[in-house]
């Protein structure tokens, strides 16, 4: 039974009444309890989760796991906000938190995401750790816990202190004054009643959609990308607003929509900030971005004389980056990024604000931004494709990802990188990037071209790599 939980990039996540059910619930609790109990003294653990189908039930079974383990639960009742659960770590100064959320995932799916002591998500180290012991409970666990009659346990409400936080790194007087007019489209989700009401308090004129508990996320997966924020495109439309700011499921991805109505993919948002925390707050102890994500972070790393990290893809490297306080602001290209002085995790909030902040403070679109930044340092233009293959040519394609390639298509490689999967850097600085996935049979291609004309051969010549093994 408890051979079905893995922990991978973001935590396990698995169909609910599949592989993720009450038994392998207890399970996985039982193992973060054994962990949890190789720390220092007290062992505190908050509990929490996203609006999906039964997490009620799941978080009172962790509690109830949890205090039968000699590990006291501090249960969030309400909805949570991954980024409101890491902040509430650090200042409760708990062990971590259980946070049951499948983030971005489709409806069916659930998930267990544990952050360590200091607010990050847990690292490889740990997460091996807690899968042993879940091992050792052997093939018919019997779980301990606390049962039903037990009373209530101790809860916490992480929105006040965080949102106060949120305040602290972000000019909302600054949003306000320039009378920008906000869609801000939670997905059903996590930030529900959070960055509204900040925006609100703050005398901010904001529209909200999606703004009611839906478990089935409108029928599809509550990820803010391009094809799924129509609905806030159209309240964009009806009112005039200047900017659409959307959050995934548990809050800790990003979507933004200009005023255009084009949607700004995520790479150009965290260089965008980069380049504007560097000017506003004069910033400039680093930038780290993981080896999928655009160049252009690279770019602007060397036109401000400022160090780069480039990680593996998973957000726990960056977050090490920030508790050392070695960056202005990391980011991956699949909407996640945090700052100097805030969680070593992913905040789709703040993202957004910032964002905000950003447009108001310099009087211009996202658009023009852009080409100004381009005009600065260059352009980029970043792509990435999924490719599903059968598991015989996942098996042959990952042979093909130990070699050196000399040449893709015909384009000389420069540089072959191996810091997460296989990166091949071509002579003009383009580039393209393989990963394969952990738990189906999918490659991930990345690519990032100079020219935007050259765009289109770049894919196909990734896309050719990848059948041709």
Excluded at 318 to 345: F, M, N, Y
Aim: with cysteine.
């Amino acid at each position: 039974m408890s051979t079905a939980i893995r922990f991978g990039t973001s935590g396990w996540r698995s169909i609910i009444a599949g592989d993720f059910t009450i038994a392998n619930v207890r399970c996985a609790v039982a193992g973060i309890a054994a962990y949890v109990r190789t720390q220092p003294a007290p062992h505190r653990v908050l509990v929490g989760r996203d609006p999906r189908f039964l997490g009620e039930t799941f978080v009172e079974e962790a509690a109830r796991v949890l205090a039968a383990h000699g590990v006291q639960p501090i249960v969030i009742s309400e909805p949570a906000p991954t980024p409101a659960i890491a902040y509430a770590v650090r200042t409760l100064k708990t062990s971590g938190a259980i946070n049951f959320t499948a983030s971005h995932n489709p409806p069916e799916y659930n998930g267990i995401k544990f952050s360590t002591h200091d607010g990050a998500p847990a690292l490889p180290e740990v997460t091996r750790q807690i899968e042993a012991a879940i091992v050792a409970l052997g093939d018919d666990p019997q779980i301990s816990r606390l049962g039903d009659d037990h009373p209530t346990f101790e809860s916490y409400d992480v929105k006040p202190a965080y949102l106060k936080r949120i305040a602290e790194l972000v000019d909302m007087k600054a949003i306000a004054d320039a009378g920008l007019r906000l869609i801000f489209d939670p997905f059903w989700g996590a930030a529900r009643g959070y960055t509204s009401e900040l925006l609100a308090t703050h005398g901010v004129s904001v529209t909200t959609v999606h703004d009611y508990r839906d478990v089935l996320f409108g029928n599809h997966a509550p990820e803010p990308d391009d094809h799924l924020l129509e609905d806030a495109r159209e309240a964009m439309r009806k009112s005039g607003a200047s900017l659409v700011i959307a959050t995934d499921g548990d809050a800790d991805r990003f979507g933004i929509v200009d005023s255009d109505g084009t949607f700004i993919q995520p790479n150009y948002i965290i260089a965008l900030l980069f380049d504007y925390l560097v000017e506003t707050r004069g910033w400039r102890n680093g930038v780290a971005k993981s080896v999928a994500t655009t160049n252009l972070i690279n770019a602007l790393a060397e036109h401000h004389n400022v160090p780069l990290y480039e990680t593996p893809v998973g957000f726990k490297y960056i977050g090490e980056l920030i508790l050392a306080d070695k960056i202005v602001i990391g980011g991956e290209e699949s909407a996640g990024l945090t700052i100097r002085g805030h969680v070593p995790e992913k905040d789709g909030v703040i993202a957004g604000l910032l964002v905000a902040e950003m447009v108001a403070r310099r009087g211009k679109s996202l658009g023009v931004q852009l080409e100004e930044l381009f005009a600065k340092v260059g352009s980029f233009y970043p792509v990435r494709e999924n490719f599903h293959l059968t598991e015989q040519a996942k098996a042959s394609f990952t042979e093909k990802l130990k070699t050196d390639p000399a040449e893709l298509s015909g384009r000389k490689v420069v540089r072959v990188v191996r810091t997460d999967g296989l990166k091949l850097v071509l002579e003009d600085g383009s580039w393209v990037c393989y990963r394969l996935s952990g738990t189906e049979p999918v490659v991930r291609a990345y690519t990032e071209s100079r020219d935007a004309a050259d765009m289109a051969s770049l894919t196909e010549a990734a896309k050719a790599f990848v059948l041709q093994a």
